[in-house]
């Protein structure tokens, strides 16, 4: 399934990058966000995923952060997950780009994690900006709101919201130096995630996509593994002999 190239590439390489998206969870039981499972009632992500939603309706984007969040806390990271902290043991320098604010890579064991789209689990007020790591905050009229009276939100990052500017410089940078760029279990169509692995391409990188179908990333791909992460990745890692150096 692996080509001799990529193994070769993976055994040579110092420096990996990973971007990865809702398909790398989703083997953890957490629903993606595209496709029919990625419904919630009768909304789509980027109904309840914004500013103006919330303003609008803040109980019903709140009641959907809860069903997500109590999801999320009752799962765990799956292998894939696990292949890739015993990958971050291998490198010199690996970095996790993560489009998922469920905090699995971090749980897996991963430490050089960049949350582009924030955590789930943190809140924050949009008044002060104070962070809030886990309850328990004050309820108002059955919403979560801070000491300074503020109304709290879910610290993730909603469309049309700007990236925490110093999380891009990274994750480009990051992009730009390594020799192998991984993009996982992501649909390749928000930006700017889906820009990380072509601005890799364009520096040189070997580009590799793991994903059940093709993407609009695939054609420009060195390689497509098609399939479930979950099964790829620990193969991978036992393929390439990436568990110690
Ligand atoms: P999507 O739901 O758009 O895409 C999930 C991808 O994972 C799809 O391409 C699936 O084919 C693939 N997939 C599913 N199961 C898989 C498995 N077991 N193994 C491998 N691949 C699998 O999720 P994202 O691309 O992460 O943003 O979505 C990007 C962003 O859009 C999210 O971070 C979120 C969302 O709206 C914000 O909330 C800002």
Redesign the pocket.
Known sequence: MFSQELITRLKKARSVVVL?????S??SGIP????QE?LWKKYR??EL?NVEAFHQNPHLVWEWYEYRRSIIQSKAPNP?HFALAHMEQYYTDFVVIT???DGFHRAAGNRKVLEI?GNILRSRCVECHKIYNSKPYIMKDHLPQCECGGLLRPD????G?ALSEDLLKQSYQAAQSCEVFFS???????QP?ASFPVVAKNHGAYLVE????T?PLSSIADEVLL????E?LPELVEKAELLDK
């Open positions: 990865t998206g809702a398909g790398i989703a083997e993606t966000f595209r496709g990625g992500a980027e995923a894939a489009q998922n604010v789209h993730v990052v909603w469309f919201e996982i279990g992501t649909s390749s169509i928000v995630a793991i994903n059940v179908e993407t399939g479930k992460v979950g790829i």
